[in-house]
Structures are given as structure tokens and as C-alpha cells.
């Protein structure tokens, strides 16, 4: 248990296999919010994600007994939720084409500064989604998920220097498409 | 090519401290941070809580249940042929048709093909497709699940050309075909899927 009296990760995962279904809607709760926001950023449309993210935690119920490491559950759940977010790009089809769906636009109500910040967020969206799958998905993690190399390499299975190139080429790429759009 | 000062990508690894970037190139480290602060952002919308504890709480399926699911739900496949191999298919198919299926099958006039709609809605009452094809009427075009396996199927003539559809489940929820040729995004902004009919040749 944290200092906060919340379950740890662990418990949790000991609880739900103890036959505590409920306690699952702990790990919802705990990571809907980050796993929704990855999805968003990779799929760029929050329906996609929504399916992707509900695959994905019903995928990691039914399979949690193969949660080798209960205290590692998020990177664990990145890793479900990424492969998840793969699929859904395969069976689309997009591979490196930019998607159609904007993110949800201001509304007017919100003020000028609101405004200005969906449509930034809209060009920086646009931006990412010209990316790679990969630079994509290696972008999201480090800079918007916030994870290191060393978390990055145990949800994407691929090595550290493969991940930093494409963290710096998604970095280049995105800066000279917002350095040409501003 | 890298164009990059290594410099930036240091200080963003938490490589370097920003105290050593001159101050030249602090503009593309910033517009690198502010582009992520903007993704950070939450997603707004409502909680997928109650819809995954839903599903959590169904009893799982059985082994052979899940096996006759995946057999039953589509995937893409995709095969690695030299293309030798599928010029021989190709001319075994065409010959196969000229000369057994001559007879068989509607007549089609020379401006029509047949267009095939499967979707698989497991829980659905009824499904129509609509489309440019029937002015985006529902009702007119029905797919049936005669074996009920949730895949509904639709074999329809139409002129030739490309149309945009989606499905009507239930008469009410409109869904894209993710399996379609293509999606284009439509003016509500939604994905219309696109079908491509094209000549029968006898």
C-alpha cells in the first residue's frame, strides 16, 4: 500500500487473481487516463484509442496470471496497449499515412487562448501522426508518456540505441514540419 | 540526413545540462518541449471504465468457443507469392471460368459488377448498408446472417464505379467497414468506407 493507503500494483494484481474481479477497476482508474492519452497520440482519433485501450485492459485481465512482474504492471500494460495500438494501424492500413481525424477542436466559449492552443495542438497532432509508426510510438513515449530508454526497451522489445534514433529523428522531423507550418 | 545540433538531442536525453546549450539553439530544444507539452494534455471524454469492467465481469469463454470466434471473425492475411506463381493462378482462374462458369451466375450488362458487403456485428438484429449507391437510404439493402455466426453478408449488382458506404446496425448505430478497400472521411467528420465495382467481363 502507498502512503496514500491506494493498493500497490502488486496487490492489486494478487487480489484480482485471488478471484477479486472488482479490484480491477483499480488498475482502469490508475491508468486509463495515460494509456488513453498514448493511444490518442498514436492512432490520432480518441474513438480508435478508446478501442485500442478497451482491448487492451481486457486483454491484460484475462491474461494476468502472465504478468510476470505484478510491480512492473504499467510498462506491461504500455506493452499491451502499443501492440494493441499496431494492430489497429495494420488493419487500417495507414502504415506511414497521416490520419484524417483532427483532435477535438475548442470550443469558442473557451477564449482566444484556448483557441490558439487546440490549434497548435491540432498542428503538433498533424505533425506526429506524419511520422513513422515507430518514431511515432518512440516520440510518445519518451516525451509525452515521459518513460526512460530502459522502460521504452521493455515495452517495445527493441534495443536503446534503436530507440534514441528514433526518438532524434522523430525530433527532427517534427521540428522541420513545425518550423514550416509557423 | 542529420541536421540537428547532437547538442539539442543531449540535453533532452538528459544527456548535457541546458546550461551548456549556446544560446543559438535553445529555440529548437523549446519548440521540441512545447510540441510535447501540448501532447500531454489529457484526452477528454468519458471514462471506459464501466465498459471494460462489462466485459471483465462476463464469464471467459471456452477454448473451442474462441477457436470457432477467431475462425469465424475476419483477419487479414497476407501471402509472400512470386509473381510467377500468381500469373500461373491468375490464367488457371481465368481459364477455370471461361470455360465451367460460363453459364453460371446472373447476367450482368456491360456497365455492371457485383459488390460484396460482409461485416460482422455478433449481437446485431438487423444490418442494411447504405451508400451513394442508394442515396444513403437505409432500409433498402439488407445483409443476412442465415447460419447466425454474427457475419452478415450482402451480394448486390451495381453499376460500375466507386461508391462510399457504412453499415446500419439495429437501424439506428452507423459504422464504417474497417475491412473496405479504402475510408475517406466524410463531411460529419466520420470514415465513410469505399467499394470499387467494377466490370464483369463474360
Redesign the interface.
Known sequence: MDVNGAPSDAEIVARVLGGD??A??FV??RY??GL??FA??MLGS?DA??DA??EG??RA??HLASCREPARLRTWLYRIVTNRCKSHL???SVGDVPL??AP?LADPADGEAALE?AE??AL??R??TGLSPDKREAF?LK??EGLS?EEMAAITGERIPTL?MR??RA??A???V??EET | MNTTDPRIHQVLDGELSIDALPAELRHALESVSAAADLLVAPVPGPSLESRIMAEVRRPASSYLRRVASWLATPHAITFRVRPVWSLAFAAAAAAFTLFFARDAGPQLGEHEGIAQFVGRFPDARSVHVVGTFNDWRPGTIALEDLDHDGVWTATVVLPTGTYEYMFVVDGERWVPDHLADRLVADDFGRENSVVIVRPVHR
Open positions: 474481479t472488482e480491477f477497476g482502469i482508474r486509463e487516463a488513453l492519452r490518442t497520440r480518441r484509442a478508446a485501450v478497451a485492459l481486457v485481465y484475462r495494420a488493419r487500417r484524417d481525424e477535438p492552443r497548435q495542438l503538433v497532432q505533425a506526429l510518445v516525451h509525452v530508454y534514441k526518438v532524434h525530433r527532427e517534427l521540428l522541420k513545425l518550423e
